[in-house]
């Protein structure tokens, strides 16, 4: 099994190097990115849940490591992501399925660490 506690530090360390270098435009995607995800209509835990859908269907594994870590934080359930990683494969076929599998094994490392 992969450490993904130590990936998702890995990640943000890099959002912040990133951030610092590239001036302006980090500063206005993290503005964008917290206005996109504050509660509205919905609510903070159901964009996070949204966010993880996009990032297994496009494959990414970073985005789907952070994701689920904001998610869960924000109180999703093992239900409420496994709903997710379905609709992602409706979505997006198999390559959803390999990566809903990430999302899984993302989900049951951080749930086994609470």
Not at 14 to 32: E, I, W
Not at 82 to 101: F, H, R
């Amino acid at each position: 099994m992969a450490d993904y506690e130590e990936r998702f530090k890995h990640i943000n360390a890099n959002y912040k190097q990133l951030t610092m270098a590239s001036g302006d435009t980090g500063k206005d995607f993290l503005a964008m990115h917290g206005a996109a995800l504050k509660d509205g209509a919905l609510s903070h835990k159901e964009k996070e849940l949204m966010c993880l859908c996009v990032a297994i269907s496009i494959r990414c594994e970073g985005c789907i490591i952070d994701h689920m870590n904001h998610a869960i934080e924000e109180g999703a359930t093992r239900e409420e992501i496994v709903e997710t990683v379905n609709t992602a494969i409706l979505m997006s076929g198999g390559p959803a399925y390999v990566y809903g599998g990430t999302a899984i094994e993302v989900m049951n490392e951080i749930f086994s660490k609470k």
